[in-house]
């Protein structure tokens, strides 16, 4: 199922001996557009330090009562390396989280966490054996040595200027995230006065460009098919049927399709 960015902001994270905090932000990476890190604000237990929780101790979610179990103590929190989450997150910061609890690196392997698909499973049969020590430069990244450049903030980008291959078509107002493999699916683009306000979804694989800088994104898509496009209301969930519709609009395979099956799907028959 997928979840809005913005409704998970100040969900509980409760640990094993008791609660951590709330979330107030999160690093997602921009290559693999999983989110890789909630950002928590501990509140006055911490002296309100904002600490890094990775989904790879998330367990079974509260929805109704919006909170996210995980699978460490308060003291592990307490004994956390330090961040300062206004600025970029370093690689050897995200080693130092690694180690302290003693995760996998999720860049060590061919699926989006290490070699799995699911957070979650990175630790799978790991209970009570010792992980191999982390390489102090990861294979293909120490070129990333100082700040990761791929980690970005959701608020930050939130509010940049999405433009389509003919012209702007609002802004970033969010993201919805599958809750079990913590990718975002899609970005939320308010149109503003041009479409009367309506909100529609555009994958990130439909994204030619982020410019950082100028802080806008480019799309390869027209306005007119942005338009004409179903829209997005946030009071309903996007279930399958409705990504199909989307994708099926833009004409572009689903992301949860085998190759073989992709033809069939969007065949207007």
């Not at 909630?38 to 790879?56: A, C, E, H, Q, Y």
């Not at 806008?216 to 004409?228: E, K, M, S």
Request: glycine content about 8%; hydrophobic content about 35%.
């Amino acid at each position: 199922m997928l979840r809005s960015m913005n409704d998970l902001q100040d969900y509980t994270m409760h640990a094993t001996d008791g609660n951590i905090g709330h979330v107030k932000d999160c690093y997602f990476d921009d290559k693999s557009w999983a989110i890789r890190y909630l950002i928590v604000d501990t509140g006055s237990w911490l002296s309100n330090r904002k600490v890094l929780i990775s989904p790879i101790a998330i367990r079974i979610p509260n929805w109704r009562e919006r909170v996210l179990p995980v699978s460490i103590t308060k003291e592990q929190v307490r004994n956390s390396p330090d961040i300062d989450t206004a600025k970029p997150v370093s690689r050897q910061h995200e080693i130092e989280f690694q180690k302290h609890y003693n995760y996998p690196p999720y860049w060590g392997g061919a699926g989006l966490w290490g070699d799995e698909a699911y957070p979650g499973l990175m630790l799978a049969g790991s209970e009570g054996m010792v992980l191999p020590p982390i390489s102090e430069e990861p294979a293909g990244q120490a070129e990333q040595a100082d700040d990761n450049p791929h980690l970005q903030s959701c608020l930050a980008v939130t509010g940049y200027a999405v433009e389509a291959s003919d012209g702007e078509i609002g802004q970033v107002a969010g993201f919805l995230v599958d809750e079990e493999s913590w990718v975002i699916r899609y970005m939320i683009v308010e149109t503003g006065n041009w479409w009367q306000g309506h909100q529609v979804l555009v994958a990130p694989e439909w994204i030619t460009l982020v410019n950082w800088l100028d802080a806008n994104v480019l799309v390869g898509l027209t306005r007119q098919a942005v338009r004409d496009a179903p829209t997005y209301d946030r009071a309903e969930i996007v279930g399958r049927e409705q990504e199909e519709d989307i994708y099926r609009h833009y004409g572009r395979p689903g992301y949860w399709l085998r190759s073989g099956e992709r033809d069939q799907v969007l065949s207007p028959d």
